[in-house]
């Protein structure tokens, strides 16, 4: 264990469906994030919280929507998806403004999109 | 376009072999770097970071390498074992922490036993 926990760890979905995928950690960090990881592609930072406040979007389709109600919890808002959005969804969190040390990463949420 | 990238998509190493796992980036401003591990089915894990202002590292059987005049970062695995075959990536980062890490694809390397 990491200290950042994901759930689901699988998720299978249909298009129309809406689902969360959750985030928590209890290291006292500040800063969460979400990426994606897809095969053969490098690690996509999707956004990023700052003390509850989104401080990046990515350019991330509005079919996905972040919440992030306190610093130690983050979810992702899923709604009307698509096949190429399978992927990998990962979790990461740090100290606030600062990546010394490195972001501690869930395990992550393995979605499928049927 | 990204600036964090790996000359090898796979590495084949046999037991109790050196392992040497090379990136590059393009990014001259980048003055952080860190190597992640991900094993299969787990998020990536920290491994070993490295600052501009050094040029090696070394923790425990592993050894990070930064050429700064080529943007080119190394981490070296003594005597790899079972236990290394993962994904491992690279990661850059730029103004000492006030932007988000940049990673780049990864290597997967195999432990032939």
């Known amino acids: 264990e990491t200290g950042v926990t994901q759930t689901p760890r699988h998720l299978v979905m249909g298009m129309t469906n809406k689902k969360s995928l959750k985030c928590e950690q209890h290291?006292?960090?500040?800063?969460m994030y979400w990426y994606k990881q897809s095969a053969k592609k490098p690690l996509e930072l999707m956004f990023v919280?700052?003390?509850?406040?989104?401080?990046e979007n990515n350019s991330v389709p509005s079919r996905f929507s972040p919440e992030c109600p306190n610093s130690s919890h983050l979810f992702l808002h899923l709604h009307t998806l698509q096949p190429e959005d399978s992927a990998l969804y990962l979790c990461?969190?740090?100290?606030?403004?600062?990546?010394?040390?490195?972001?501690?990463f869930g395990s992550g949420t393995r979605l499928t999109v049927v | 376009g990204e600036s964090v990238g790996l000359h090898l998509p796979t590495l084949s190493v046999q037991e109790g072999d050196n392992s040497i796992i090379n990136c590059a980036y393009s990014?001259?401003?980048?003055?952080?770097f860190i190597w992640y591990k991900q094993e299969s089915g787990k998020g990536p894990q920290f491994i070993i970071d490295?600052?501009?202002?050094?040029d090696k590292r070394q923790g425990q059987r592993v050894t990070v390498l930064l050429n700064k005049t080529v943007k080119h970062l190394s981490l070296q695995i003594a005597a790899t074992q079972p236990g290394d075959s993962a994904v491992y990536f690279c990661?850059?980062?730029?103004?000492?922490?006030?932007?988000?890490?940049?990673f780049g694809k990864g290597t997967r390397l195999s432990v032939i036993a």
């Open positions: 990014n001259s401003a980048s003055d952080y």
């Open positions: 290291l006292g960090h500040n800063a």
């Open positions: 990461a969190s740090s100290p606030p403004g600062r990546t010394f040390g490195g972001y501690t």
């Open positions: 919280y700052n003390f509850k406040e989104q401080t």
């Open positions: 490295i600052r501009s202002n050094m």
């Open positions: 990661a850059e980062n730029i103004n000492s922490g006030n932007t988000p890490l940049v």
